[in-house]
C-alpha cells in the first residue's frame, strides 16, 4: 500500500525532519482566545523554499493538537454556548470544499441532487459525519467550493466554519488555521501519460528523491500547496520546470494537451485525476510526507475555548476510524473494519485501481 | 470634351465609392453579415455554457436551451455568404478559412467539456474554460478581423469620395488655358476680335468646371461633415457591443465556473490579508469601469462622434445601463465578491461573518443551487445591448441617407457635365472651324 510504504520509509529521515522541522517546533501554537488579538508573526515563510531536495519524511511536528472530545455530545445536542450550538442554531453546517478534485470534492452530477448532497466524494463524506453530529442530519451543509489558494484564506477569515479540501498540515499553515487530527495521509507522486517509461522519481540511499528522465522538460502543479515547495527544489536538482496551474484540472488538461510532461500533487488528488483520465500512470516513488486535515478559523467568537469545536471534529474524526458502529456516510460492508473503511473503499480504491492493495490503510491520528 | 469625359468619370468615381461604402456599412449594421457572424459565434457559445450549466443533452432541455451545433450551422452559412461577398479579398478569405478550421478545435474541445461535464468529472470545466479562452483570443479576434476590412473599406471609400479632384482640376485649366489660348490667336490671325461661338464654348467649359467643383464640394462637404461622422461613431458603437457581448459571456463564465478561475495572493504576514482576483470577473468590472475600461472608452468615442440627439439618447440609456450592470457585478456569487464581503463584515466588529444573517444572504446564492444571480446583470446586459443596436441601426440610417444625397448630388452633376460638355466641344469646335475657313479665306489680317 501507497501509504503505509511512505510509513515505511525510514526512522532516519524522522529525525531529520525533525531538524528541517526544529523552526516549526519551536514556534507556539496559536491558541488566541479571541479574534481581535492577531496571530503570531510565522517563524518561517510562506514562500516557497529553495535549495536542495531533502530526504523524505515521514512525521510532522504541527500535526492537530487538540484532544478529541470525550464524551462526545449526542447528534442534535450540542452543549449550550458552544460554537457547534452556535452552527445548530444557524441549522446548517458552512463548509469550504474543492469541486476540481474527483473522488474527494467534487459537484454532485445528479440533475437534482437535493439539498446537502451537491458536491461529492471523501472530504465531502467526513463534513457528512460532521453536519450528523451536530444537527443529527448528515445533509445540514451548505457547501462554498475554494479554490486551492484561498482554502486557507476562507477559514481565516471566517467565511465557513470549516474546510475539507485534502489540506497538507504544515507548520506555516497553523498560523493561519487550526487543523483536526489527520484523517489520511498522502504522499506528493508523479503523474504521467501511461506509455511513457522514461520519467520516474527514485529515492537514493538517504531517502532523497530525483526525478529521471524530465531533464528540460515541464511538470504541472498548483500554486500555493505543499506540492510547488516539494518539486521546487527537485526542479533546480533535476533540470526540469514547474508549471503553476490554478487548479488541478487545469494541471489535467496541460497534460492532455502534451503542454507538460507530468503533473504532480498528492496521490490522492492524482488517484482522483488518473480515474478521470485512465490513460495516465503514477511514476516511481512518493517523495514527500503529507498529512491531511480538516481547518478551521484560529479562533471563535462564540467558543470561549477556540479548539472546542476542533475537538468535537476529532472526536467525530476518530468516531470515524473506530470499529463501533453509527452514523456512516457510505455503507458499510461486513468487510469494513470502519466507517472510514467504508469510504475508503468507496472513493479511493474504486478511484485507484489497479494500484490498490486489499489492505485498507489505517490512518494516523494526532492525538 | 475629353474635360467633360474626365468630369463625368471623376464624379462618377466618387459615386461609385459612396456606394461601395454604403453596402460595407450595410454588412456591418445590426443584423448585416459581419454583425450576424460575430453574434452568432457568441451565441454558440453563450449555448455552449448554458449547456455546461444545464449539465444535460440540448435536447433534453426542449426550447429552454439552444443546442450549440445550430448555432455552427449559423456560422457556417454567415462565412458561406461572407466568402460569396468577398470573393476577392484574399484578408477575408484567410479569416474565412481561420474561422472554419478554428470551428474544428474549438468543438472538438467543447465537446470534451460537455462530455466530462456529463459524467460529473471536474475536468470538464477547464475544458469549457480552454474553449472560452480559443474562441475569445482567436476566432472572434479572426471575425473582427473581418468586421475591420470592412470599417477600413467604409474608411477608404469614404477619403475617395471626399478627395480633392486634382487631376480634374488640372485638365480644367488646361483647357480653359487651350481655349483662352485660341481666343488669342484667332483675334491675332483674323478680322474677328470677339467669336462668339468660342466665346460660348469656353463659357460652357467654365461652367462644366465650376459644376464639378461645386458637386464634388457638396459631396465632400457631406461625406466629411454628415456622412463620415455617423461611420465613426457607428464603428464606436459595434466596438462597445463587441466588448459587451465578451462581457457578458464572461459573467456566465464566472456563473458556470464557481471561481475556479480565480485566484488568491495572502501577505506573507499575520495578521493575513487575501486578495481575490477571479479573471472573468476582473475583465468584466475592468472593462465597465469609467476611465480605464475597454466598453467606456469605445462609449465614449461613440457618443463624441454622434451627431443626432437620437443616438446621445441611447447612448445615455448604454451608459446608465453600463453604470447599474457595473453595481450589479458586487452581487455575484463569486469567491472574489465573497473576501471583500468578508473582510466588510469582519473589519468593524472583529468577529467572524458567518454568523451575521445579513452574511449568510450573500453566502447563500454561493452555496446553493443559484438560479437567480446571473438575472441582474444579464439584464443590464440586454438593455445595454438593445441601446447600443438601435443607436447603431440609427447611424446606418443616418449614413446611409446622407451618402445617397451625396450620390444623388453627383449623379445630376455627371449628366449635366455630360451635357454642358458636348455643348462646350459643339460650340468650341464651331467657333474654331468658322476662324480657321476665315484665315484660308484671304480675310487674313496683317501681322
Redesign the interface.
Known amino acids: 500500500m501507497r501509504i503505509n510504504r511512505v510509513m515505511r520509509i525510514g526512522g532516519a529521515a524522522a529525525v531529520l525532519a525533525a531538524v528541517l522541522l526544529a523552526g516549526c517546533g519551536t514556534a507556539p501554537l496559536v491558541t488566541a482566545t479571541?479574534?481581535?488579538i492577531?496571530?503570531?508573526?510565522?517563524a518561517t515563510?510562506?514562500?516557497p523554499p529553495s535549495g536542495s531536495p531533502a530526504p523524505v519524511v515521514t512525521s510532522s511536528d504541527c500535526l492537530g493538537s487538540a484532544p478529541a472530545m470525550s464524551p462526545m455530545p449526542r447528534p442534535g445536542h450540542m452543549p449550550a454556548g458552544s460554537t457547534m450550538a452556535?452552527i445548530k442554531k444557524?441549522g446548517y453546517l458552512?463548509a469550504g470544499v474543492d469541486?476540481?478534485?474527483?473522488d474527494w470534492g467534487?459537484?454532485?452530477?445528479s440533475?437534482s441532487p437535493g439539498p446537502g448532497r451537491?458536491y461529492?466524494g471523501f472530504d465531502i463524506d467526513v463534513l457528512h459525519a460532521l453536519a450528523y453530529a451536530i444537527f443529527r442530519n448528515a445533509d445540514d451543509i451548505?457547501?462554498?467550493?475554494?479554490?486551492q489558494?484561498?482554502r486557507?484564506?476562507a477559514a481565516?477569515?471566517?467565511?465557513?466554519?470549516v474546510v475539507a479540501d485534502s489540506i497538507t498540515i504544515n507548520c506555516p499553515r497553523t498560523?493561519?488555521v487550526h487543523f483536526s487530527i489527520d484523517y489520511i495521509n498522502a504522499a506528493q507522486e508523479l503523474l504521467v501519460p501511461r506509455d511513457n517509461t522514461t520519467i520516474a522519481v527514485t529515492l537514493d540511499s538517504r531517502n532523497v528523491p530525483h526525478v529521471n528522465g524530465l531533464a528540460g522538460g515541464k511538470v504541472c502543479t498548483v500554486?500555493?500547496t505543499t506540492s510547488v515547495q516539494n518539486l521546487t527544489a527537485l526542479a533546480k536538482a533535476d533540470g526540469f520546470s514547474v508549471v503553476l496551474a490554478?487548479?488541478?484540472?487545469?494541471c489535467?488538461?496541460l497534460l492532455q494537451q502534451g503542454d507538460v510532461q507530468a503533473f504532480s500533487t498528492d496521490d490522492t488528488i492524482l488517484g482522483g485525476i488518473e480515474a478521470?483520465?485512465p490513460y495516465l500512470k503514477l511514476a516511481g516513488d512518493p517523495f514527500s510526507y503529507e498529512p491531511h486535515g480538516l481547518a478551521f478559523?484560529l479562533a471563535?467568537?462564540?467558543s470561549t475555548k477556540d479548539t472546542e469545536f476542533i475537538s468535537f471534529a476529532n472526536g467525530v474524526l476518530l468516531a470515524l476510524e473506530s470499529h463501533t458502529s453509527g452514523y456512516c456516510p457510505e455503507p458499510r460492508l461486513s468487510s469494513d473494519t470502519s466507517c472510514w473503511a467504508a469510504l475508503y473503499r468507496t472513493w479511493v480504491i474504486t478511484a485507484q485501481l489497479p494500484r490498490t492493495t486489499s489492505q485498507v490503510p489505517t490512518p494516523l491520528f494526532a492525538g | 470634351m475629353g474635360l467633360a469625359v474626365l468630369a463625368a468619370w471623376t464624379v462618377h468615381q466618387r459615386d461609385t465609392a459612396l456606394q461601395n461604402a454604403t453596402a460595407a456599412g450595410q454588412r456591418l449594421d445590426i443584423g448585416g453579415l459581419d454583425d450576424r457572424l460575430y453574434q452568432d459565434l457568441i451565441a454558440m457559445q453563450q449555448a455552449e455554457v448554458a449547456l455546461f450549466q444545464g449539465r444535460v443533452d440540448a435536447a433534453a432541455q426542449g426550447t429552454r436551451l439552444t443546442d450549440p451545433y445550430a448555432d455552427l450551422g449559423l456560422v457556417d452559412s454567415d462565412l458561406a455568404a461572407l466568402k460569396a461577398q468577398f470573393g476577392t479579398s484574399v484578408r477575408v478569405q484567410r479569416d474565412i478559412s481561420l474561422i472554419s478550421g478554428e470551428m474544428t478545435s474549438y468543438f472538438s474541445t467543447e465537446a470534451i467539456a460537455q462530455d466530462d461535464n456529463r459524467q460529473g468529472l471536474p475536468v470538464g470545466a477547464a475544458y469549457l474554460r480552454d474553449a472560452s479562452r480559443y474562441l475569445t483570443d482567436d476566432t472572434l479576434q479572426t471575425a473582427d478581423d473581418i468586421r475591420k476590412v470592412d470599417e477600413d473599406q467604409v474608411s477608404a471609400d469614404d477619403s475617395a469620395a471626399a478627395a480633392v479632384p486634382w487631376p480634374l482640376l488640372a485638365v480644367a485649366a488646361i483647357s480653359l488655358a487651350c481655349l483662352v489660348g485660341v481666343q488669342i490667336l484667332t483675334a491675332r490671325y483674323t478680322r474677328t476680335q470677339f467669336d462668339p461661338w468660342l466665346l460660348l464654348g469656353t463659357a460652357a467649359t467654365v461652367i462644366v468646371v465650376v459644376w464639378s467643383v461645386i458637386a464634388l464640394s457638396v459631396s465632400l462637404h457631406e461625406v466629411g461633415s454628415d456622412t463620415s461622422p455617423h461611420a465613426v461613431a457607428a464603428h464606436a458603437l459595434a466596438q462597445a457591443l463587441v466588448a459587451d457581448v465578451q462581457d457578458h459571456n464572461d459573467d456566465l463564465l464566472t456563473l458556470a465556473d464557481h471561481g475556479e478561475d480565480c485566484y488568491a495572493s495572502t501577505s506573507r504576514n499575520a495578521p493575513y490579508v487575501y486578495t481575490v482576483k477571479c479573471r472573468f470577473e476582473t475583465q468584466v468590472v475592468d472593462s465597465l469601469t469609467a476611465l480605464k475600461g475597454q466598453l467606456r472608452a469605445d462609449l465614449a468615442l461613440a457618443s463624441a462622434d454622434a451627431l443626432d440627439r437620437p443616438v446621445r439618447a441611447q447612448i445615455g440609456i448604454a451608459s446608465a445601463a453600463a453604470t447599474s450592470w457595473l453595481a450589479a457585478e458586487d452581487a455575484l456569487p463569486t469567491l472574489q465578491n465573497l473576501a471583500v464581503a468578508a473582510k466588510a463584515k469582519q473589519e468593524p466588529a472583529g468577529s467572524y461573518p458567518r454568523y451575521d444573517p445579513p452574511f449568510e444572504k450573500v453566502l447563500a446564492p454561493y452555496t446553493g443551487p443559484d438560479t437567480d444571480s446571473g438575472t441582474e446583470v444579464t439584464n443590464f446586459s440586454g438593455l445595454f445591448q438593445r441601446a447600443v443596436n438601435t443607436a447603431i441601426e440609427h447611424e446606418w440610417a443616418s449614413y446611409d441617407r446622407q451618402a445617397g444625397s451625396a450620390s444623388g448630388a453627383l449623379t445630376g452633376a455627371v449628366t449635366g457635365a455630360v451635357l454642358l460638355g458636348l455643348l462646350a466641344a459643339a460650340t468650341g469646335g464651331l467657333g474654331i472651324a468658322l476662324r480657321v475657313a476665315e484665315y484660308w479665306s484671304a480675310g487674313r489680317r496683317p501681322v
Open positions: 479571541n479574534v481581535t492577531p496571530a503570531p508573526e510565522p515563510s510562506l514562500a452556535a444557524r458552512i469541486q476540481d478534485s474527483y467534487y459537484p454532485n452530477p440533475l451537491s461529492l451548505h457547501f462554498v467550493p475554494v479554490t489558494d484561498f486557507m484564506g481565516n477569515q471566517g467565511i465557513v466554519d498560523y493561519q500554486g500555493t490554478g487548479n488541478w484540472s487545469d489535467l488538461v478521470e483520465d478559523p471563535d467568537p462564540y
